[in-house]
Nanobody, 125 residues
Framework: QVQLVESGGGSVQTGGSLRLSCVASGPAFSNYYMGWFRQAPGKEREFVASISWSGGSTKYQDSVKGRFTVSRDNVAKTMTLEMNDLNSDDTAVYYC??????????????????WGQGTQVTVSS
């Protein structure tokens, strides 16, 4: 069974940058398309970005396009989210997730079967 562990969260000022990592343990990381979601206090978990099994296709939430970049390294079993020009709306707990069946549905929470424990990102002015 693959397990996911996020790291790299922290506190930054508006306009700053952070780099989140998601490391997988266990076999067959490349069998999963991967995604990043976030959840702010009192709000539902929302899609941020996803990347296909080989990394050849990516999807982004409109509000992060041009600021965030998702990538993966199947040899290192790692997915990364580079976040630039952060603002207060980006404050949330960020989760990585893995799914196997339908990358076309990778914007949906329900399309994922693996979840990490989350890492906090706080952006202050």
């Amino acid at each position: 069974q693959v397990q996911l562990v996020e790291s790299g969260g922290g506190s930054v000022q508006t306009g700053g940058s952070l780099r989140l990592s998601c490391v997988a343990s266990g076999p067959a990381f490349s069998n999963y398309y991967m995604g990043w979601f976030r959840q702010a206090p009192g709000k539902e978990r929302e899609f941020v970005a996803s990347i296909s099994w080989s990394g050849g296709s990516t999807k982004y939430q409109d509000s992060v396009k041009g600021r965030f970049t998702v990538s993966r390294d199947n040899v290192a079993k790692t997915m990364t989210l580079e976040m630039n020009d952060l603002n207060s709306d980006d404050t949330a707990v960020y989760y990585c997730a893995g799914g196997r069946e339908f990358f076309s549905k990778s914007r949906e929470v329900g399309s994922y079967e693996l979840w990490g424990q989350g890492t906090q990102v706080t952006v202050s002015s």
